[in-house]
Structures are given as structure tokens and as C-alpha cells.
């Protein structure tokens, strides 16, 4: 499904690079390779993760394996690297510590993922790896970073060392585990979330979580989205729940009613259907991210994920 080349053979590797510099850019990215592509990627695993639990039976491969080891690697990092005691609550300095780590190894890292006859691939598919965690200057995270994370795996998807029988492995496993560290960066560094909309935006920090996670839910017998908001809910499902962890991760982080810290969140909680929420965030996520320049001037374009239109 991802396919849309022959394997390797076909590309002509480079370093990825920015191609929207300015709004009348957007449009470019719209009618890019990279944008059906990239959003081809989200729905498919949208599809295929449709009304199944994260603890379901699944294949895990051997490059689901190797990428759950990078994740491991990059979770040790942190707990080698404390936070530091600095006078500004926010943006703890050791995250670039901690990201300095990231970037001199990242090849390295993505080397591994890959066969002897790939690897002229690792230096373009290492950039979106590096993206994908925050940025080292302002200490910030949020969703082109996440969306940088999925264009990693978009991309090994596109040399082939994934592939369809990956897909419930690589939300589940790959992408959850993501998350969870994603999470910890946040906390222990404090870092700041990049271009949040505050009250008025989903969350502070994710969005691909809550369009797979209510995916998940479709046609629940029993769990309606009135009920993610209740504790005993979230407290007993969220195991097998990825938008369930989601809200349990808000609530640890903020106090104060739901509805207040998290009005968008509570809007959909009225939406009688899982399969209506899926679709309008969906749609939500075209508006609010992909199509938001500030988001989508940080994405890095190269023969993987081409700025190049797509044919008609």
C-alpha cells in the first residue's frame, strides 16, 4: 500500500532539506508527492488499526524489533542524562545534552535498521529520526515533530524494510513506544510545547495518537466517547487504548477541570460516534497541522518524501 516506487533501486538518495519558506509555498506541499504520500501513510494504519485493542495478536518483525531497540537507546539516554538544576522552570538545558547524543549517533542508529544493500539510504532517512524528538535551540516539542516521526517510518516503509504486515506492529509497538518516551522527554525536561494553540488546540504535544486511537474505537459495543472522560473508564481501558493513554497522560500533567485545560477534547467527548470523531479529526488534523505554515515549514523534503507534484 505504501509502495508507490520499486524498491531502492529507483531512488537517488539525498539529504533531506526545507522547501516551504514562505505561506504562498503551502501549496506546493499540498500537491506534493510528499503530502499524498504522508497522508496515504496515516490512513492506511488509520484502516488498519480500525476497532482492534493494542494488546491484540500481531507479527512483530525483525525490524520492528531492531526499531524498538533504537527507542530503547534513546530512552536509556535520558535517564543517563538528569535534568540540571538551572533558575528557568522550563526547557531544561540538559535536553540538548541529551539531543547532542541523538544527532552524532543517528546514522549510526538507522544504519542498523537497514540491509548492506540499503544503506546508501541511512543519511536521508536519518534527518527525519533527528527531527522527530524536539528542537535543541528552543527546547520545544509538538506536532511536526510527531509528523517527522511518522515521515521515519513512512520512509522505511518506502525502501522496503517494512511493509503491510507491519502495520498493527508499527502503532502499536513502534509508534507507542515512541510515544512513552516522547512523554518522558516532555516531563523531565519540561520542555515547552512548539506553536501549541493553548486551550483551543487538541493537545499540547500529540495528534496522531487521538485520529489511530478513536480508530481503535470504532463501533465499541459498550465505550461511547462520553466516556473517555470518566476516570474509572480511562483507568480500566487504557491499556488497550491509545487515546485512552493519551487522556490519562493530560490528566497526570494538568489540573483543573477537563473542560477548561482541555476544551477541544471535551467538545468531542459530545460527538455521538467513534467513527464520526475519527473522521473529523482527521480533518481536524489536515487544518490544524498539515496545513498550518508554521508547522510544515520545519519539513524536510528529499527522494523518499519529494516536494515534487504528484503526477496527475
Avoid at 534527518?127 to 527546547?139: D, F, M, P
Avoid at 515549514?297 to 518524501?305: A, I, P, R
Wanted: net charge negative; proline share 5%.
Amino acid at each position: 500500500t505504501y509502495h508507490t516506487q520499486d524498491a531502492t533501486s529507483t531512488f537517488n538518495f539525498v539529504v533531506p532539506k526545507k522547501e516551504i519558506n514562505m505561506v504562498p509555498d503551502m501549496g506546493k506541499w499540498k500537491r506534493s508527492q510528499a503530502y499524498a504520500d504522508y497522508i496515504g501513510f496515516v490512513l492506511t494504519l488509520n484502516e488498519g488499526v480500525k476497532r482492534k485493542k493494542l494488546t491484540c495478536e500481531y507479527e512483530v518483525s525483525e525490524t520492528v524489533e531492531k526499531l524498538l531497540g533504537l527507542l530503547d537507546t534513546l530512552n536509556n539516554w535520558i535517564d543517563e542524562t538528569p535534568p540540571v538544576d538551572q533558575p528557568s522552570r522550563f526547557g531544561n538545558q540538559a535536553f540538548r545534552t541529551w539531543y547532542t547524543k541523538l544527532d552524532k549517533n543517528a546514522e549510526a542508529l538507522v544504519s542498523a535498521l537497514l540491509p548492506a544493500d540499503k544503506q546508501a539510504a541511512v543519511p536521508e532517512i536519518a534527518v527525519y529520526l533527528k527531527e522527530s524528538v524536539g528542537n535543541q535551540t528552543r527546547i520545544d516539542y509538538g506536532t511536526g515533530h510527531e509528523a517527522a516521526f511518522a515521515a521515519f517510518l513512512c520512509c522505511l516503509c518506502k525502501v522496503e524494510v517494512l511493509g503491510a504486515g507491519d502495520q498493527l506492529a508499527l502503532v502499536f509497538k513502534v509508534f507507542d513506544r515512541y510515544l512513552q518516551i516522547m512523554r518522558k522527554l516532555q516531563k523531565t525536561y519540561r520542555m515547552e510545547p512548539a506553536g501549541s494553540q493553548g486551550v483551543w488546540g487538541l493537545d499540547d504535544f500529540q495528534f496522531l495518537p487521538f485520529i489511530w486511537g478513536s480508530s481503535q474505537f470504532v463501533d465499541h459495543p459498550t465505550l461511547e466517547p462520553r466516556h473517555f472522560i470518566d476516570e474509572k473508564v480511562i483507568n480500566d481501558n487504557h491499556q488497550d487504548y491509545m487515546f485512552l493513554e493519551c487522556i490519562k497522560f493530560i490528566n497526570e500533567m494538568k489540573t483543573g477541570p477537563f473542560a477548561e485545560h482541555s476544551n477541544q477534547l471535551w467538545n468531542i467527548s459530545a460527538v455521538p460516534s467513534w467513527a464520526k470523531v475519527n473522521q473529523g479529526l482527521i480533518k481536524m488534523y489536515k487544518a490544524e497541522c498539515l496545513e498550518k505554515f508554521p508547522v510544515i515549514q520545519h519539513f524536510k523534503f528529499g527522494s523518499l518524501l519529494s516536494i515534487a507534484p504528484v503526477n496527475p
